[in-house]
């Protein structure tokens, strides 16, 4: 919770030095990214901002995450021809496991996997600028549906 908050508290503070107006449906959107709950999409996104602002249109949560995106305030993640989904409380490369059947998204807290990047450099002599780490597979509970 307390990182939520400071993810929250981060946004804001990013789009007013940018001179971006913080309506309170911006700040609904900001509010579900830097909760993160799934890693939603935008359509997860308006649902839950719709919730207490029922006129909020998609196009809004588009241009409020596409800002946030191009700011860096949050990691887009895209699959091909699924919806993009999308990371505010993290919004650096890091390790994602992904269910194939539900979708859902979570961010594996294995010792490790953080190191690998830097691992990786060393290595190589690469300097690394990104990177991608997805772990596909079913969770638990779309295991016992089965
Ligand atoms: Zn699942
Ligand atoms: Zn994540």
């Known amino acids: ?34 909760a993160s709950q799934g890693h939603p999409s935008v359509e997860q996104i308006h649902e839950r901002v719709k919730a207490d602002f029922p ?48 979708g859902e998204i979570l961010d594996p807290d294995l010792a490790g996997l953080a190191d690998l990047p830097q691992a990786l450099a060393q290595q190589t002599g690469y300097r690394i600028v990104n990177h991608r780490l997805d772990f596909f597979g079913l969770c638990p509970r779309c295991q016992k549906q089965d």
């Not at 804001?12 to 990214?33: D, K, M, N, Y």
Request: proline letters at 5%; hydrophobic letters at 40%; one cysteine or more.
């Open 55 to 102: 006129t909020t249109s998609l196009a809004t949560i588009y241009k409020t995450v596409t800002l946030l995106r191009q700011l860096g305030e949050v990691l887009e993640l895209g699959f091909g021809h699924d919806a993009s989904r999308y990371d505010g409380q993290r919004p650096y490369p890091h390790p994602h496991l992904i269910c194939l059947n539900c």
């Open 1 to 34: 919770m307390a990182d939520q908050q400071a993810r929250l508290a981060a946004m804001v503070e990013r789009l007013r030095q940018e001179g971006h107006r913080i309506t309170p449906q911006r700040l609904a959107v900001l509010r579900v990214l830097a």
